[in-house]
């Protein structure tokens, strides 16, 4: 029988190091916390051969006194912690202990330091996890760890590496992730010599847009939100600059990047009606919380975390990003440039330009001259073949929106009159029109091909995809009226009937009056039809039929109690689908200028229910850059 042993200390450092120390990145995120911990104002980092054959960090913090410096390379010692009272509420970024003992017992490491305090640095070095006496050395306030060839006397762990560039690039995404949180801190980093990266002590944004690019920050939400103990900054991008993996997502808690799958779910869910298809949301976010309400001694890499009010924090998470994603209504999503265009200031509409705004331009002032009018527009009739009279599915929805924009336009011939959408129960205030009264999505001028809107606004050219636009309009509202109480239903004049399984017959019998909720009465006539007595007040112009059988389907495949709280949102896009104004469909000025005002009223109207953008803006210099004007 064998009999059970103490496992000798360097056999022991060698499975820590495989828990701890996967690969060059591993030891280069540890050292770079001691460094941070050691409250370092300017960091460097040099790599050689993408870390494998060096691994140099170089600090100004505190630094280590001479006798502890035996004590960091030993596995359990460490400066940051004492008690369990401490574990529980653990604030700085290491405090195994296991880092640097780890790395020592799978390399060549020199560790350098001076205290502040200290009239010269003293080194050690451990070759093998074996440890050589302190010696004095020449080193400048701060502390110097060197890792050289790493792996080398475990020939097999070596193997596992990948190429030099896999290893690079590996380093050089814990090194971003570091960054990124800590923009306060001057970072530098060499890899063979060449520096990939110098950031000097800058704002978060700054930090934000170097690392990540100006292209996201563009594009990007900023976000401040606080509940009690906790706390939520940084950035969430447009669902227009989703990405095809994950890889543009940052989420810190209390300043330490991790994968959570809490956090995961809830932003998730916050973008799960305005991301297309399989695309993931692109964020850099930094969530405070109180240290004892997170447990980081979850896994050795401290990539994992626990939360101890896991739902607590998943509400909080998921409310902040979903307000500030239901902020980008359509007149303030962001301008979408003409590749190789510069950013354009706004500008009004030129001479050149058709006269779809009529201005009483001001008069100069001197004596015996009225002082200057202010600058007005109002929408003029065009010369375009635009349909007249009301053939299309939004007149009706509309009805008598016309004759009242008429009206309004001539009692108040000078000023804009956009059309007032159709009341419902959540109308929401519109944004104020710009300091000439121009609404933020402009006038319509026509359509295009029945498909697209064309609206002249201050700026340049609107171009708006009105089913993506419409959908996401009778989807908010829709939504809203769930949750007030249930959608008001549209008695049809003529029930519709239509062929049905026994299965659906059958939800229908059991589901009927629940249905109601939804806006959807439905009748069984016999085992194998159904008529459609009430849609959705909403979409009463849309296909019963189908809309029926939509709604059919996922009660019969979720459950009515599931349909009404889980997949709400799911159903409700479907049924916003069949009821929005189709392609091809002719609508008339003011029923085009009708859609774009709700636009500009409606939550999230930037993007339809699958993601898709509703509309994007050509701006005055994206014109003159394509027909080369002023080159």
């Not at 390379?73 to 940051?80: E, G, P, Q, V, Y």
């Not at 030099?164 to 992730?177: G, K, L």
């Not at 307000?323 to 980008?328: E, H, W």
């Amino acid at each position: 029988m064998t009999r059970i042993q103490r496992l000798p200390d360097h056999l022991v450092n060698q499975i820590a190091a495989g828990e701890v120390v996967e690969r060059p990145a591993s030891a280069l995120k540890e050292m770079l916390e001691n460094s941070l911990d050691a409250g370092s104002t300017r960091i460097s980092v040099d790599l050689a051969q993408g870390g494998i054959k060096l691994i140099r960090v170089t600090d100004n913090g505190a630094g280590i006194a001479a006798d502890d410096l035996p004590l960091a390379l030993d596995r359990h010692a460490t400066s940051k912690i004492a008690s369990l009272d401490d574990l529980e509420s653990v604030s700085t970024l290491g405090f195994r202990g296991e880092g640097l003992a780890s790395v020592a017992s799978v390399s060549r490491l020199t560790l350098v330091s001076r205290p502040q305090d200290a009239d010269h640095a003293h080194q050690i070095i451990a070759i093998d996890g074996t440890l050589h006496p302190v010696e004095p050395a020449a080193h400048p306030h701060g502390t110097s760890v060197e890792v050289v060839d790493l792996y080398f006397n475990t020939p097999a762990r070596r193997k596992f590496l990948k190429s030099e560039n896999t290893e690079y690039a590996h380093c050089a995404a814990t090194f971003e992730r570091i960054a990124l949180a800590h923009p306060d801190v001057e970072f530098l980093l060499r890899h063979n010599g060449k520096v990939a990266w110098r950031l000097p002590s800058q704002s978060a944004e700054d930090r934000v847009a170097a690392l990540l690019g100006k292209d996201f920050v563009a594009a990007a939400i900023p976000l401040d939100s606080q509940a009690g103990p906790l706390a939520l900054t940084g950035f969430v991008a447009s669902p227009t600059y989703s990405k095809a993996s994950r890889d543009a997502q940052y989420f810190y808690v209390n300043g330490r990047f991790v994968r959570d799958k809490t956090a995961q779910h809830a932003l998730r869910q916050a973008y799960r009606d305005v991301l297309h298809h399989d695309r993931h949301p692109a964020y850099a976010l930094f969530f405070q919380l109180e240290p004892s309400g997170v447990d980081v001694n979850v896994h050795p890499t401290k990539i994992e975390v626990r939360f101890r009010e896991s739902q607590a924090v998943h509400q909080f998470l998921f409310h902040s990003v979903h307000k500030a994603l239901a902020g980008t209504s359509a007149g303030a999503a962001p301008t979408v440039q003409v590749e190789g265009a510069e950013p354009a200031a706004p500008q009004l509409p030129r001479g050149e330009s058709a006269p779809l705004f009529a201005s009483a331009s001001p008069r100069p002032a001197s004596s015996g001259m009225p002082a200057p009018q202010p600058f007005q527009y109002q929408q003029q009739s065009i010369p375009l073949n635009v349909a007249r009279e009301a053939v299309g599915v939004y007149d009706k929805m509309f009805g008598g929106l016309r004759e009242e924009e008429r009206a309004l336009s001539r009692s108040e011939p000078a000023m804009p009159s956009p059309a007032a959408p159709l009341p419902h129960p959540a109308v929401l205030a519109i944004p104020p029109h710009d300091e000439n009264g121009i609404p933020p999505l402009g006038f319509a001028l026509a359509q295009l091909h029945g498909v697209y809107i064309l609206s002249q606004c201050a700026e340049g050219l609107i171009l708006v995809d009105m089913h993506a636009a419409h959908e996401r309009i009778v989807y908010e509202r829709l939504k809203t009226a769930l949750e007030s109480d249930a959608i008001p239903l549209q008695p049809l004049l003529l029930p519709v009937s239509f062929a049905a399984d026994r299965m659906e017959v059958a939800t229908a019998h059991e589901h009927g009056e629940e249905m109601k909720r939804l806006g959807v009465e439905l009748a069984p006539l016999s085992p194998t039809q159904i008529a459609v007595r009430g849609v959705p007040v909403w979409l009463k112009d849309g296909d019963p039929v189908d809309l029926a059988r939509a709604v059919l389907k996922d009660v019969r495949e979720f459950g009515l109690t599931q349909v009404l709280t889980e997949r709400r949102n799911e159903l409700l896009a479907t049924m916003a689908c069949h009821g929005a104004v189709r392609a091809n469909r002719q609508l008339t000025l003011p029923e085009m200028n009708a859609l774009l005002r709700d636009m500009e009223a409606t939550e999230r109207s930037g993007q339809c229910n699958h993601g898709r953008p509703t509309w994007t803006r050509l701006t005055m210099r994206d014109l003159d850059k394509l027909f080369m004007r002023g080159q």
